[in-house]
């Protein structure tokens, strides 16, 4: 009967994972610039598949669409998680979806840096995490006018304020997991950053 249970277990596990890496995988800055533009945007700007990016090369509205479409894909993975697993779950699922989103299989593995998709992480294990995530982002970006220094600020006050809101174990270990991917994938930001050759953020009309 337990080795039942823990069979069960695990493949919903399994399926929470490849679930949400998959819906992580759609990249809708690629399939947007590809589709629509008939332009790649990892072949522009910043060479990242993300809504700053889009912002960037080809206007606020595309971003916007994009922004919009990485935090729906996210709560999407969220919900199956949680229908599997209850909250265990949409932690397992975040990770899964992020995971994806950074390195889709669909798109040669090469995706974004998880600015969206993170935020949607927060939102989804605690409201009060982001809003102050939220201000620590708005606030590094206005001084600094660096969407990369506001986002790797952000990930990184995840883990340090979740703890402070009484959350589960598996919540403190997946945000730890969250938050290094996110900062691991700016890493090449964070070396201009200190190199003081990031660029400011612009973006057209």
């Known amino acids: 009967m337990i080795e039942r249970q823990v069979i069960i277990l695990v493949l919903k596990v399994i399926i929470i994972l490849i679930a949400a ?8 800055a690629v399939l947007i610039s590809k589709f629509v533009l008939k332009q790649d945007v990892r072949d522009k700007g910043s060479g990242n598949a993300g809504a700053t990016n889009v912002a960037r090369v080809f206007g606020m509205k ?11 894909k996210t709560l999407l993975a969220a919900l199956v998680g949680h229908l599997l697993l209850g909250d265990i779950g949409e932690a397992i699922a975040c990770l899964g979806c992020l995971f994806g989103h950074a390195w889709p299989v669909f798109f040669n593995f090469k ?16 409201w009060r995490v982001l809003i102050i995530s939220l201000s620590i982002f708005v606030i590094v970006v206005a001084i600094t006018k660096m969407i990369s220094a506001g986002s790797v600020c952000a990930a990184f006050s995840f883990p340090v304020l979740l703890p402070f809101f009484g959350p ?35 973006f057209k009309k």
């Open 62 to 72: 595309f971003g916007v669409v994009t922004l919009i479409g990485d935090i729906i």
């Open 168 to 202: 589960a174990w598996y919540n403190i270990v997946m945000s730890i997991f969250a938050a290094s991917m996110v900062i691991w994938l700016h890493r090449a930001n964070i070396k201009r950053i200190i190199n003081g050759t990031e660029s400011k953020f612009s």
């Open 21 to 28: 890496y998959l819906l992580g995988s759609v990249n809708l």
């Open 111 to 126: 995706g974004g840096k998880g600015i969206a998709v993170g935020a949607a992480v927060i939102a989804v294990t605690d």
